[in-house]
């Protein structure tokens, strides 16, 4: 395929995009998505369950719990995934003496971060609950832990369930990131192979395409999921 | 009487100081490791002909592999590789993830306040890619007002570039693939990058790049070493001793012949 480019400088690029090295190379760059998946499917989890527990601190009435929940977003929102990256993965060595996988070290910085995130999902769904439902159950008896249980969060989880997807795409598109220290997922093998054979804009366009189709697919499985609905918003 | 006193007391000194030096001359605990469980740790990145894990076979090839591998052979101490970034050789190496990163890194006084290096097992100099239709022939040329020459940040290149063109724009990126990108898009004049990976490039893409070298003082030579922590010097002692000893037979000479490579890689400036 040969392609005539016009530049913004005007002048004209002569590229021969070779997407042959695809069919030969395209299933070791596939490979990396086993990598990205074991990434970021214990991440999301994480995420989701931190952000669950951040969530419910942040509407306690103990104002430590409350402070600590927003001093956790806070910091974790704002701290850029790259820098939280080499934190953990180079500094905490030299500090703690525990040294990580890089898989181990990306788990945890993507965790950190999708779960200050998904703590603003979920406040977002529990307020949405109106107060006299909570009203209404704890004068037929329920224990704060029990409404929160039965009547608070599920509704919430299903009602910040979109905005729950967004997180977890989020996390998934950062695992591009730790291509820095050396996950081999898809983009780190992008970058092996554009060493080896200079094709960086065929081997990039390759890797894109697997990770559409990656986000593309678990975007379809929440959609299954919110499709399960049992309670609907009163 | 007291002469006899005092040379006895001299040779009692004498001995206790060889006595003492020789005791002194253990390892230190990572060298110590290394030998007892005769497993080294290696950090390298990826680089074409030099190290590159083969996608169809998953095996590690490249001269600094064969390398590698014959200092195993030599000495019986397994190597395990880690695949890592350029970018994360030094700070992987000052975590203590790997033992030495043995990816051809180039030694310059402004690394070496991080890093220990080793003899030097190869040379390389700077060249200059444009694209294949570019009026570009010689230093000169690219020397001049509106140049503008990529490089890739923080590298050897990127020093050089700015230390010897007084005239044109050094423009540093992220990466080697984006850099070269910017002369074939015609963002950049030239990008000024290693002899070797420039040669191969232009080897693979004739339509597109061409190769400038440049006149041998013109360019800049940068040599490839192993480095270590500078906690770690004896081990740097053990790797120089082998690095010495295959330059004296000719083995890097032979590797660069090997690995098609240009055989002043092995014997540098002359």
């Known amino acids: 395929m040969f392609a005539r480019v016009k530049c913004w400088s005007d002048e004209i690029m002569n590229y021969t995009f070779q997407f042959g090295v695809l069919t030969e190379y395209g299933p070791y760059l596939a490979g990396g998505l086993w990598h990205a998946w074991w990434t970021s499917f214990p991440s999301i989890i994480i995420t989701t369950i931190l952000g669950v527990v951040l969530a419910a601190m942040s509407m306690s009435r103990r104002w430590f719990l409350r402070g600590a929940s927003v001093v956790f977003v806070d910091l ?23 040294s990580l996988s890089p898989t181990m070290s990306s788990i945890i910085a ?13 406040r977002g ?16 008896g329920f224990s704060r832990w029990k409404v929160m249980r039965y009547i ?20 998934i598109k950062n695992v591009t990131v730790t291509v820095l220290i050396a996950v081999p997922e898809v983009m780190f093998r992008a970058q092996e192979l554009t060493v080896q054979f200079f094709r960086p804009l065929e081997f990039y366009t390759g890797a894109a395409v697997l990770y559409v189709a990656l986000i593309w697919g678990y975007a379809l499985l929440m959609r299954m999921l919110e499709r399960l609905q049992k309670w609907q918003p009163i | 009487m007291l002469r006899t006193i005092a040379n006895a007391l001299a040779s009692a000194a004498v001995a206790a100081v060889v006595a003492l030096s020789a005791s002194g001359a253990s390892a230190g605990p990572t060298l110590d490791r290394i030998i007892s469980e005769k497993k080294l740790v290696v950090g390298v990145a990826p680089w074409n002909k030099f190290v590159l894990l083969n996608p169809k076979t998953s095996q590690y090839e490249g001269l600094i592999v064969d390398d590698i591998r014959n200092l195993e052979a030599m000495t019986g101490i397994k190597v395990e590789l880690v695949n890592t970034t350029w970018s994360g050789l030094v700070a992987g190496l000052q975590a203590g ?31 200059a890619m444009v694209r294949a239709d570019s009026p570009v022939r010689t230093f000169a040329d690219l020397d001049k007002e509106g140049s503008v020459l990529s490089v890739v940040s923080g590298t050897a290149a990127q020093q050089y570039a700015q230390r010897t063109f007084k005239k044109a724009k050094v423009t540093p990126l992220s990466d080697t693939g984006a850099a070269v990108l910017e002369v074939m898009q015609g963002r950049s004049t030239a990008y000024i990058g290693d002899s070797v990976s420039n040669e191969l490039r232009a080897q693979e893409r004739p339509t597109e790049l061409r190769n400038i070298k440049f006149a041998s003082d013109q360019t800049e030579w940068t040599s490839m070493n192993h480095a270590v922590r500078y906690a770690d010097l004896d081990l740097l ?16 000479r032979n590797l660069a012949e090997k690995w098609n490579l240009p055989p002043e890689l092995a014997v540098g400036p002359r």
Not at chain 1, 115 to 120: G, H, I, N, S
Not at chain 2, 113 to 122: C, D, I, L, N, Q
Not at chain 2, 243 to 249: I, N, T
């Open chain 2, 237 to 252: 002692v053990f790797l120089d001793t082998y690095v010495r000893s295959m330059k004296l037979r000719g083995w890097y």
């Open chain 2, 97 to 127: 993830k790997w033992d030495v990163i043995m990816s051809g890194l180039g030694a310059t006084p402004e690394r070496a306040t991080a890093v220990a290096f080793g003899e030097a097992f190869g040379y390389l100099s700077s060249t």
């Open chain 1, 76 to 98: 974790f929102r704002t701290l850029p995934v790259v820098v939280l990256l080499i934190w953990i993965h180079y500094v905490m060595p030299i500090l703690t003496g525990i």
């Open chain 1, 125 to 140: 769904g529990l307020e949405a609950i109106p107060a006299t439902q909570t009203q209404a159950a704890q004068s037929l």
């Open chain 1, 110 to 122: 993507l965790s950190l971060n999708g779960a200050a995130l998904a703590c603003e999902a979920f």
């Open chain 1, 152 to 171: 608070t969060l599920p509704q919430a989880f299903f009602a910040t369930l979109p905005s729950l997807t967004n997180v977890h795409i989020t996390v």
